[in-house]
């Protein structure tokens, strides 16, 4: 769904009218847009009005369990940062942030202009490819490199791993296929091998069993390199057994 | 066509409501007694306009009311006003009420959906809460016909957007639009800010 197309969720959202999961992808660009954010908090107090509209005179029954259920009911400690989802909280940013905020002072300052927001959300798209583009253009780069050494391991359970390495653009690229998916929480990182020290090389990316990555850094002095299995966000120095290593072939 | 209906300048959200909830939320439960005086009315309301069946209403307004008091030290009055927090959980509590699997299958027919309205009737004692039922009520009536029953089989109803598209037989993206601008036109008739 599009930014633009989100941004008409404002009402939906403030009557709690959004299936679970529409619900989430809207919090995640409420965290970045504070325009919405801000017709949110108006409109979740618009509808507490017609909550209020239908107020009925409670009986004293209710009165006496929930103040004797309060006497054993220990409280939450303050908040610190935390968010709950009333009253229009920001949520989570995450990698929305940057193209989403784009979008939202784009149409704080032309708030219903839409043309202006969609022409920030066009151009926003067309950064993201050009980095793309940009990433594509490096691997292949070395794929291509007159000096490009290619060697190959059996990852297992029918997984392949290939290595092109090009001394002369000192970068390198791993090919992934039909790679298993790392389990929950934890990530395929990828090391240089600088003749027995580990340096890290970038982490794939935990949803694609078939990918291409420009190893993060330079090759230099590097004779090899391996790949573990970490902690989501990757680690400094491996913390696992390799799943593979793989000597770099001299061109 | 707008029609500003402003009664007083403040919701009746009560004197003091928000001071009140940050005590509580230090562990005051003389403080706490007060809120639920001046919000217990508008909760079981709301709780019940959603839910129907008296009983199970209650129930849900007791387990909303006991929360009010056990997070209210996530409460921040810069977030907005306290009636507004309490009324939302509220509403959460009561749409995931009515949404559980068991209450979906007893989902009432279409034709009782729609037939319903809120119970604007429902007798209630305090004059501050006849006058908030006739602005909205005259508010609402600001609203085009599509607008205010979207709006309101949402709110009142608990239904998603999904589901208010296919009782009223409207595509999806006109709900969504639609429960946007009935807010705004109802947001500016009432006088809302936040």
């Known amino acids: 769904m599009s930014t633009a197309e989100l941004h008409t969720l404002t009402g939906a959202y403030a009557l709690h009218a ?46 006496e369990r929930v103040l004797r259920d309060i006497t054993t009911v220990r409280q939450e400690a303050p908040a610190s940062g935390r968010s709950a989802r009333a009253g229009g909280s920001p949520g989570r940013a995450g990698r929305w942030s940057t193209y989403a905020l784009a979008a939202c002072v784009a149409a704080a300052a032309a708030f219903g202009g839409v043309a202006v927001w969609q022409n920030q959300v066009a151009q926003d798209a067309r950064q993201e490819a050009a980095r793309a583009a940009q990433h594509n253009e490096q691997v292949a780069r070395v794929l291509t490199a007159p000096d ?104 | 066509m707008r029609e500003a209906v402003h009664i007083s300048g403040v919701p009746s959200s009560g004197p003091g409501l928000q001071d009140l909830l940050v005590q509580v939320a230090r562990g005051d439960q003389e403080a706490f007694t007060q809120v639920y005086d001046q919000v217990s009315g508008p909760v079981l309301g709301l709780v019940r306009s959603v839910l129907r069946d008296p009983a199970q209403s209650e129930e849900v307004a007791q387990e909303v009311l006991v929360e009010v008091w056990r997070t209210a030290p996530r409460y921040q009055p810069s977030r907005g006003g306290a009636m507004n927090w309490v009324l939302t959980l509220a509403h959460h509590r009561a749409v995931d009420r009515v949404r559980s699997a068991e209450a979906t299958a007893a989902r009432e027919h279409k034709a009782a959906l729609l037939d319903r309205t809120p119970d604007f009737d429902e007798v209630s004692e305090q004059v501050e809460s006849r006058l908030e039922r006739e602005q909205v009520r005259r508010c609402l009536r600001t609203l085009s016909e599509l607008q205010r029953e979207s709006v309101t089989l949402a709110y009142y109803r608990g239904l998603t957007y999904r589901e208010v598209g296919e009782l009223l037989s409207v595509p999806l993206g006109t709900i969504k639009t639609r429960l946007r601008d009935g807010l705004i036109r109802l947001r500016d008739c009432l006088g809302v800010n936040a």
């Open chain 1, 18 to 63: 959004l299936p679970e999961d529409e619900r989430l992808a809207f919090e995640r660009h409420l965290g970045a847009c504070e325009a919405c954010a801000q017709e949110v908090r108006e409109l979740s107090a618009t509808a507490a009005r017609l909550g209020l509209a239908v107020s009925v005179a409670p009986p004293p029954a209710l009165r």
């Open chain 1, 148 to 251: 490009a050494a290619t060697s190959a391991a059996d990852l297992g359970n029918g997984a392949r791993g290939t290595v092109v390495v090009s001394q002369s653009v000192n970068r390198a690229v791993f090919l992934a296929s039909d790679m298993a998916r790392p389990p929950g929480g934890k990530v395929y990182q990828l090391w240089f091998d600088d003749g027995g020290t580990m340096r890290s090389a970038g982490l794939m990316d935990p949803s694609a069993t078939d990918d291409a990555v420009l190893l993060d850094g330079p090759v230099d002095r590097a004779s090899g390199m391996g790949i573990t299995v970490e902690p989501a966000g990757g680690s400094e120095q491996p913390t696992s057994d390799p799943v593979a290593l793989m000597e770099f072939q001299d061109a």
